[in-house]
């Protein structure tokens, strides 16, 4: 479970972060949000920002589980995101929309069914972990545990932000 929370925490960790590295970085983002959503112009900024805030939100819920301890909320939280955001990009894909994602910052890459194929995996991930700590509840980890679990969450995240290059490199 922890593992879970950590590998989402660290995928909208870098998300966030790449977005807002640079202004050009937060405008290329922005011109996606728009050409991937198919919004008017002055939406396009609102949008960005919204969807930057509730990432950077969904990362404090995942770091800090809640009076409950086992972070569900969090995790629930995230699921949704992500099952909104592959709604985005297969609606963009039946569009025919070929911007790039801009997902985790500067890739040039066209959205495609990976992009989507991504977020289901991590919308799995989410619910499993919710559906774990409800079994499991607030349990503590020893801290040899954790550290595993953020070596192991740590070689995830990068697997995930970095799949359309990994991928490259495989071809």
Partial sequence: MLT???????VFLVSVLT???T??????FTTAVRRLGGLPTGLGTPAAVVVV???????VMLAAPGLDGD???GLLLAGGLLLGFAAVLVTALRRGTTVACRCFGGS??????????????????AMAGAAMTSAAGGTPVAPPAAALCLLGASVAVGAVVLLDDLLHLLR
């Fill in 19 to 21: 977005k807002l590295r």
């Fill in 53 to 59: 805030a509730v990432e950077a939100g969904t990362v």
């Fill in 71 to 73: 972070g569900r909320p």
């Fill in 108 to 125: 040039d890459e066209p959205v495609n069914r990976r992009h989507v194929a991504r977020n289901a995996v991590l919308v799995a991930c």
């Fill in 4 to 10: 879970v929370r950590l590998v989402l925490m660290g």
């Fill in 23 to 28: 202004r050009r970085a937060f405008g290329d």
